[in-house]
């Protein structure tokens, strides 16, 4: 069975500082993996994507993630916040259907 | 290019009323899934359709069906509604049934049941 746990419901940092979202997995197959934004009142916005290619994956925005397989993580980073990052972020495995996590809040501080 | 649509955008109904919630894929795709996001947690998976055909289902009970037309858009049937069903329904579009394939979502219908 698939499934992933976002290991923080909530995580803050002020302007400029880095970000990081943590993600675990847990798949008996080579998973895809996804990172979702959603910001309030708007519909859910691909970050980055991972399929097997590259473990390190660059998305939008500035963000990116590594897939680390020994640690079934696919944690989300950035190096520099900015105050309109904050929002819902959702990270997703998908192997017949996408399984998501139950999401962490970014709070960006001025 | 039109990204995917969803009507209505909030739906108020009462307990054991059925519902019917309707969604227009991205152009050029011809896989829509449906979810379900409670208040506070994450979409859950409902079901998708590939060509017409339903393509794989969650753990929804049977009285959550669903429909794709020739032109690949959706609709979601709901019978028996159930306080528990007060969700934001989302749906969302794709190339193709693959897992790896980006999902574009559309803005979600909002539905209270009283």
């Known amino acids: 069975a698939q499934s992933v746990t976002q290991l923080d419901s909530h995580v803050s940092v002020s302007e400029g500082t880095p970000v990081l979202l943590r993600c675990n997995y847990s798949?008996?197959?080579?998973?895809?993996l996804f990172w979702y934004v959603q910001h309030p009142n708007k519909g859910l916005q691909l970050l980055l994507k991972?399929?097997?290619?590259?473990?390190l994956v660059k998305g939008i925005n500035g963000f990116e993630a590594e897939f680390k397989k020994s640690e079934t993580s696919f944690h989300l980073t950035k190096p520099s916040a900015h105050m309109s990052d904050a929002a819902e972020y959702f990270c997703?495995?998908?192997?017949?259907?996408?399984?998501f996590g139950a999401g962490t809040r970014l709070t960006v501080k001025p | 290019e039109t990204g995917v649509t969803q009507s209505p955008t909030h739906l108020i109904k009462t307990r054991g009323q059925q519902v019917t919630l309707r969604c227009s894929s991205q152009?050029?795709?011809?896989?829509v899934s449906w979810y379900q996001q409670a208040l506070g947690q994450g979409p859950q998976f409902i079901f998708q359709?590939?060509?017409?055909?339903?393509?794989g289902r969650g753990n929804f009970p049977p009285r959550f069906s669903g429909l794709q037309f020739p032109n690949y858009s959706s609709e979601l049937n709901v019978n028996a509604l159930e306080l528990d069903d007060s969700a934001l329904y989302l749906c969302?579009?794709?190339?193709?049934?693959?897992?790896?394939?980006?999902?574009?979502f559309g803005p979600g219908t909002r539905l209270t049941v009283l």
């Open positions: 152009s050029g795709h011809n896989t």
């Open positions: 991972y399929t097997s290619a590259a473990t």
């Open positions: 359709y590939y060509r017409e055909e339903e393509n």
């Open positions: 969302a579009s794709s190339g193709g049934g693959a897992s790896y394939n980006e999902q574009f």
């Open positions: 997703v495995v998908s192997f017949n259907d996408m399984r």
């Open positions: 798949s008996s197959y080579s998973p895809s």
